[in-house]
């Protein structure tokens, strides 16, 4: 059975920073990509930032320079360093897993179940 768990969201001020870990069970987690999503009230989910089984990463625009993500195959982890934090960075940050494609079958994906992250004064 595939976990994602998020941990270390919480309430902060702007210009603060958070680090938010998702440790993973039941994959091989060195294949998978790994990344982050969030979710705004109102809003689409949107990917936050990702990183590949060959740990390249790719970030959206609005975090570049602000966050890092990073993952240890280890510890089964991925976590999301995010510093200098605007009200715009509240939402709910989702976990996302994905193994390699598999010719003729659809992509697969998995979520964890989400951690709450609010910046406020």
């Known amino acids: 059975q595939v976990q994602l768990v998020e941990s270390g969201g919480g309430l902060v001020q702007p210009g603060g920073s958070l680090r938010l870990s998702c440790a993973a069970s039941g994959i091989i987690f060195s294949i998978y990509d790994m990344g982050w999503y969030r979710q705004a009230p109102g809003k689409p989910r949107e990917v936050v930032a990702e990183?590949?089984?060959?740990?390249?990463?790719k970030y959206t625009d609005s975090v570049k320079g602000r966050f890092t993500i990073s993952r240890d195959n280890a510890k089964m982890t991925v976590d999301l360093q995010m510093n200098s934090l605007k009200f715009e960075d509240t939402a709910v940050y989702y976990c996302h897993a994905r193994p390699p494609p598999v010719v003729g079958q659809p992509p697969i994906s998995y979520w964890g179940q989400g951690t709450q992250v609010t910046v406020s004064s």
């Open positions: 990183i590949t089984s060959g740990r390249s990463t």
